[in-house]
């Protein structure tokens, strides 16, 4: 156990957002790599976790990586009309914005939830992307609310 | 109220007479006073049990599902051209109805599996604000007398008036009548006031975001895990719930806060475009937790994003069966802002 499982550790100085990136296979994720190809340099704070498409992302993972700790999540999938799956996008996003609102409505901060499209040409916009959203939640702080203290170490974020 | 339930227990007696149906699922008189509980009447000369007043809060349609589903499963061994439908006639009202219609959109069962004996609703009585009203007193004998209850306890004769402690979902309830049936019972109920459907949440809505949490911590730290508001929920049919999968393990079972907030964020999270603000999660809940503050919400957000109230049209996919291109997305991040 190191000072770093306790919330009040994480605050200390040199503190650095943990952001987990959930993105699709065929725009986003290669954006990302479009990106580092590219040599776009870009904060170094997300973890980035690659899906088939964003409809396949259960909205519980969302929430999950919240409840472990993440700082911030950000989903990112095809632009509407050029999902690899025709429509997987769409039902997404009407997922997605249910759960933002939810999330929010319950007192969320806004910031700790991003969701866009990149696609896979756009490795400047990932860039910008990760960081805006790196910004975002260093400004709101490390997460608190949603966050499981009691830790097993199935749902902990490798420290 | 009374000729409703005449035409009720004849139509009833008329459909297991016929054998149009195996089962009515309906109400009964409750065991306490001014109460009703579920019942199952298979025959004819039972039909006379079922009641219909301002005391049936339960949505019918959760017991439909596990008959129809039970008889399904029931089969699996026999022959396809063996197996036997079971035809469910069921008492429904508004909220039942829409429940009903979540469950075909569903592809739960067919139509010609139901026969919806439809029932014009005033509103149901709110237990829990009865018992404010009586100040916890048992009540030991009451009737209902029109638009009053009768009620006697140990310190005398009360009077309350029915409309002082429906529930808070039937008193702006936008569907009191059924928006699918068979047979119609009555003349259809005079509207609610689902003007002000939304007025709780949109005040909610302006608090921060910190007194939203504090609110929502609050809530949930009530709440046992019992699981009683899934079990009463038409809409949580999944043969395993993923609060009890353990590979992978959605929500933990530690004592952390964080697990009953997960627990509850997700199976309200289930309830987008499928909620149909019943209240039975809120009746059956034996801690009070406020869980129609949030669900609310859900309803809310699904209209005011997609145009669509959970079970209202039958034609319709379910909002989140469906998709738009232009569906709105000012939730989308741009940065730099813009498109
Ligand atoms: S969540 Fe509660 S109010 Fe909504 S349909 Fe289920 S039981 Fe009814
Ligand atoms: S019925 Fe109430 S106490 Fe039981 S799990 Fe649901 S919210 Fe929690």
Redesign the interface.
């Known amino acids: 156990m190191s000072h770093h499982d306790k919330p009040a550790g994480r605050k200390s100085e040199g503190w650095e957002p943990k952001i987990v990136a959930i993105v699709c296979n065929w725009c986003t994720y290669a954006g990302a790599d479009l990106a580092g190809i590219s040599r776009i340099q870009y904060p170094p704070n997300v973890r980035i976790i690659r899906v088939p498409c964003t409809g396949r992302i259960n909205?519980?993972y969302v929430?999950?990586v919240l409840?472990a700790g993440a700082d911030g999540v950000l989903v990112s999938g095809c632009h509407?009309?050029e999902c690899h799956y025709i429509?997987g996008n769409?039902?997404a996003?009407?997922?997605?914005?249910?759960?933002?609102?939810?999330l929010?409505?319950?007192?969320?901060?806004?910031g700790r939830t991003?969701?866009?499209?990149v696609s896979a040409s756009e490795g400047e916009?990932f860039a910008?992307?990760v960081?805006?959203?790196t910004e975002r939640v260093k400004a709101l702080g490390p997460a608190t609310?949603?966050?499981?203290?009691?830790r097993?170490a199935?749902?902990a974020v490798a420290k | 109220m009374e000729k409703v339930e005449k035409k009720l227990r004849e139509e009833a007696k008329k459909l297991l007479a016929e054998k149009k149906v195996d089962v009515v699922v309906g109400y009964e008189a409750g065991t306490l006073p001014l109460t009703a509980t579920p019942v199952f009447i298979t025959a004819p000369e039972e039909a006379d049990r079922l009641v219909w007043n301002a005391f049936c809060h339960h949505n019918l349609a959760k017991y439909v599902h596990d008959l129809i589903s039970a008889n399904r499963d029931s089969q699996k061994r026999l022959k396809p051209e063996d197996r036997k439908r079971k035809v469910v006639g069921v008492v429904t009202k508004g909220c039942t109805s829409r429940s009903l219609v979540i469950h075909l959109q569903e592809r739960q069962y067919e139509r010609l599996d139901l026969s919806i004996l439809g029932v014009p609703c005033t509103g149901y009585v709110d237990r829990r604000a009865l018992a404010e009203k009586l100040g916890g007193e048992e009540i030991l004998e009451g009737s209902l007398d029109g638009a009053n209850l009768k009620i006697r306890t140990a310190s005398g004769e009360k009077t309350i008036a029915v409309k002082d402690v429906l529930a808070a979902n039937c008193v702006t309830c936008r569907f009191n009548n059924p928006v699918i049936s068979d047979v119609m019972l009555g003349e259809p109920a005079p509207a609610m006031n689902p003007a002000a459907e939304y007025a709780e949440i949109d005040e909610f809505e302006k608090l921060s975001p910190e007194e939203r949490w504090a609110y929502f911590q609050k809530e949930m730290a009530k709440c046992i895990r019992c699981a009683a508001c899934r079990q009463a929920c038409p809409s949580c049919y999944c043969r395993t719930c993923f609060a009890e999968q353990s590979m992978p393990q959605w929500v933990g079972i530690s004592e952390d806060p964080s697990d009953t907030q997960v627990f509850q964020f997700m199976r309200m999270y289930h309830m987008v475009g499928r909620c149909v603000d019943c209240g039975s999660c809120v009746s059956v809940c034996p801690m009070g937790v406020d869980l129609r503050k949030f669900l609310k919400k859900l309803d809310k957000d699904c209209f005011v994003l997609f145009n669509q109230r959970a079970g209202e049209k039958i034609d319709f996919p379910a909002p989140l069966q469906d998709q738009r291109m232009d569906d709105k997305e000012d939730f989308i991040f741009n940065p730099g802002g813009g498109h």
């Open positions: 909205p519980f929430v999950k409840q509407p009309g429509s769409l039902s996003r009407r997922k997605f914005a249910t759960l933002k609102s939810f929010n409505y319950i007192g969320i901060e806004d991003t969701f866009t499209w916009r910008q992307v960081k805006a959203v609310k949603l966050v499981k203290k009691l097993d199935d749902v």
